[in-house]
T-cell receptor, first 115, second 109 residues
Framework: ETGVTQTPRHLVMGMTNKKSLKCEQH?????MYWYKQSAKKPLELMFV???????ENNSVPSRFSPECPNSSHLFLHLHTLQPEDSALYLC??????????????FGPGTRLTVL | GQNIDQPTEMTATEGAIVQINCTYQ??????LFWYQQHAGEAPTFLSY??LDGLEEKGRFSSFLSRSKGYSYLLLKELQMKDSASYLC??????????WGAGTKLIIKP
């Protein structure tokens, strides 16, 4: 595997379900990100982890819970979601979240539908 | 507040040139990125500008004017595979990326 991978690619869940999204980066980067992408809207940064420490939490509802067990893996745990949470969830990684040129590498995303 | 503006959609003809504009208002500036995103795929990095001027990379060029809060992405010799969304993003004073909503580029034969 190379780059940034995400599983599952598609997920349909009811509002009472609990599910988790998984992201893995094979680039040796120190920072990982979760984004939400809705149609015709800017990417919304949800969480940033640097060296497994959460450094950014952009007022995300508590029904989204991130976990970063090591610098290569990132999870997004989902529970009691709402239909408006349906979107594409993108994971990204970069060498460092701070300081100058900082290209982010994205995974293919998980298309989430909440019924 | 912080804001990135870019056109929602543009149409161009195969073989032609197209310019996608991006204007920004952010708290601080640590560089501007352009990403390309094909439908159903991950965004991929195209360019990074932190100083004023034009950066050329093959058929793609990116321009920045920090005093005007303005950038553009220039695509030459358009190919059908260039049909995609183009995302503009600015790194603010905290190096957090602020994203535009993207410009969907449609290439017609």
């Amino acid at each position: 595997e190379t780059g940034v991978t995400q599983t599952p690619r598609h997920l349909v869940m009811g509002m009472t379900n609990k599910k988790s999204l998984k992201c893995e980066q094979h680039l040796g980067h120190n920072a990982m990100y979760w984004y939400k992408q809705s149609a015709k809207k800017p990417l919304e940064l949800m969480f940033v982890y640097s060296l497994e420490e959460r450094v950014e939490n952009n007022s995300v509802p508590s029904r989204f819970s991130p976990e970063c067990p090591n610098s290569s893996h990132l999870f997004l745990h989902l529970h009691t979601l709402q239909p408006e949470d349906s979107a594409l969830y993108l994971c990204a990684s970069s060498q460092d979240p701070l300081g100058g040129y900082n290209e982010q590498f994205f995974g293919p995303g998980t298309r989430l539908t909440v019924l | 507040g912080q804001n990135i503006d870019q056109p929602t959609e543009m149409t161009a003809t195969e073989g032609a040139i197209v310019q996608i504009n991006c204007t920004y208002q952010t708290s601080g500036f640590n560089g501007l990125f352009w990403y390309q995103q094909h439908a159903g795929e991950a965004p991929t990095f195209l360019s990074y500008n932190v100083l004023d001027g034009l950066e050329e990379k093959g058929r793609f060029s990116s321009f920045l004017s920090r005093s005007k809060g303005y950038s553009y992405l220039l695509l030459k010799e358009l190919q059908m595979k260039d049909s995609a969304s183009y995302l503009c993003a600015v790194a603010d004073s905290n190096y957090q990326l602020i994203w535009g909503a993207g410009t969907k580029l449609i290439i017609k034969p």
